[in-house]
């Protein structure tokens, strides 16, 4: 008989009972931290509840990456280097897990809170606020202290699926990843964001919990092999280190027009996060007209979009395998383009929203299961938290630069039908970086390999680091 296939990665070697336990404990955890991520969603319907312009919503939206930018190339490198009986990854998983319940539980109370912080303000002679403006001040805070431990969360947990996951799997397991992790959000969006308005501390209070528990158990049950030890501790440190760190992550045009996919496709968030207010009501005075569906009935219709591309994510990752992410991640980026342009000309009502905002969840299932399945095939496996500290740095700065823009664009034109314009423009200019990235990727590597089943075909195998 022959012998069973093991998988390999790194240290550790797996039959295919063990990386089916390995996969599931992943992706149970992805489930409820899908779910946790769904909360601050909420926070822009928090601050309008509370009076909040578009622009104060826009700057408010700006503070998590611009915390997220300064602290994603630290947390890459800590966890790279970090070396303990928990591994290098699971130590912050632990750590930091209880922290980001922490400001989950106040985001929830943040109505509640405003009104002791402004009882108490006015009790101590401080005149001039407001409770509104106390409740949006407390959000302001808890989100800092959501954003500085959920970075670790974030990076670490990513960084841990490429330590774990063998790469001749990574394709068929961001699939599955990507198919849990819509079933979480579709959960949150279905049957837990109608109750927001009426029970907002119970849903933040639910959500933190599960998510807790999963996270514990994946501390618990997936291990980590053996890592090589880290480069020795320089004497001098510093400024060489910031220079040897942006000479490693920004040296190579594969890994910028990387980067630059990241910036446009992160930058394309901004107008999305506005659509609850076309769906539902503007909530401004002069504003063009909306569709005016109540929440519980815009959370039916963005889980119809989450529960149609669940299959979309299982059975994409051996495509992925097969015909390589670099050109599925172009092609979910053009088609998703142009199903924001075909949203902008054709949405009129709650079904149409829900037509094509089906199309466009579908289409960016394929680049969010290839982009994932491509990153472990860039950056250098040694690095990676280092090499994901950056792309996800390219993202934050999008956010920075847009979020505030973008709340002072809608202010200007009123009309929140544009965010399918906006969104459109930047995916596609993801796109252009796509295929620069291509195009540099074979001028360092050669061809792509051809599709497996073609003639001459064969399997995605690693492909060398650019120096």
Request: aromatic share 16%; glycine share 10%; with cysteine.
């Amino acid at each position: 008989m022959p012998e069973p296939r093991l998988h390999r990665v790194g240290t550790l070697v797996y039959s295919r009972g063990a990386l089916i336990q390995v996969m599931f404990w992943l992706l149970w955890g992805d489930f409820f931290f899908q779910l946790m991520e769904s909360l601050p969603a909420l926070i822009p319907l928090q601050l309008r509840w509370e009076g909040a312009s578009d622009s104060t919503i826009g700057w408010l939206n700006s503070l998590p990456p611009f915390i997220g930018f300064f602290l994603f190339p630290m947390v890459g490198v800590q966890s790279d280097r970090h070396r303990g009986p928990l591994g290098r990854r699971r130590p912050y998983l632990l750590w930091c897990t209880a922290p980001v319940v922490l400001g989950l539980v106040l985001l929830g109370a943040a109505k509640q809170a405003g009104r002791l912080v402004h009882e108490a303000m006015l009790g101590v002679g401080v005149p001039g606020l407001t409770a509104a403006g106390c409740t949006i001040a407390w959000i302001a805070l808890c989100v800092a202290i959501f954003v500085v431990f959920n970075a670790y969360i974030v990076q670490v947990f990513s960084c841990l699926v490429a330590d774990v996951i063998p790469r001749e799997v990574l394709g068929t397991y961001f699939g599955l990843y990507r198919g849990v992790g819509a079933l979480g959000s579709l959960v949150f969006n279905r049957w837990i964001l109608g109750w927001a308005e009426t029970h907002t501390f119970h849903v933040y209070l639910l959500v933190a919990l599960l998510y807790a528990a999963a996270f514990y158990l994946i501390v618990w049950r997936v291990k980590e092999g053996d890592y090589p030890p880290p480069p020795p501790k320089e004497t001098k440190r510093g400024w060489r280190d910031v220079r040897r760190y942006f000479q490693e992550c920004f040296s190579h045009p594969v890994y910028l027009s990387y980067y630059v996919i990241t910036f446009f496709v992160w930058g394309a968030l901004v107008p999305l996060g506005f659509l609850v207010f076309f769906g539902t009501k503007s909530g401004q005075l002069g504003y063009a007209d909306t569709l005016g569906l109540t929440l519980r009935q815009f959370g039916e219709v963005k889980g119809w979009t989450l529960l149609i591309t669940i299959p979309i994510y299982f059975v994409s990752g051996p495509f992925i395998d097969r015909f390589h992410p670099l050109r599925c991640v172009l092609a979910g980026l053009l088609l998703t383009s142009a199903s924001y342009f075909c949203g902008y000309w054709f949405v009129q009502t709650a079904a149409t929203l829900q037509i094509w905002w089906c199309v466009n969840q579908c289409a960016m299932a394929v680049y969010l299961v290839a982009v994932c399945a491509l990153a472990p095939i860039v950056f250098p496996r040694e690095q990676y938290g280092q090499f994901l500290s950056a792309n996800v740095a390219f993202g934050y700065i999008s956010l920075i630069l847009l979020n505030p823009m973008i709340g002072r664009y809608f202010e200007a034109v009123r009309d929140y039908r544009r965010i399918f314009v906006l969104c459109g423009i930047l995916t596609g200019l993801g796109s252009v970086a796509c295929i620069l990235l291509i195009r540099y990727w074979q001028q360092k590597n050669g061809a792509l390999p051809p599709i497996e089943g073609m003639r001459g075909g064969r399997k995605l195998e690693a492909q060398p680091q650019p120096n």
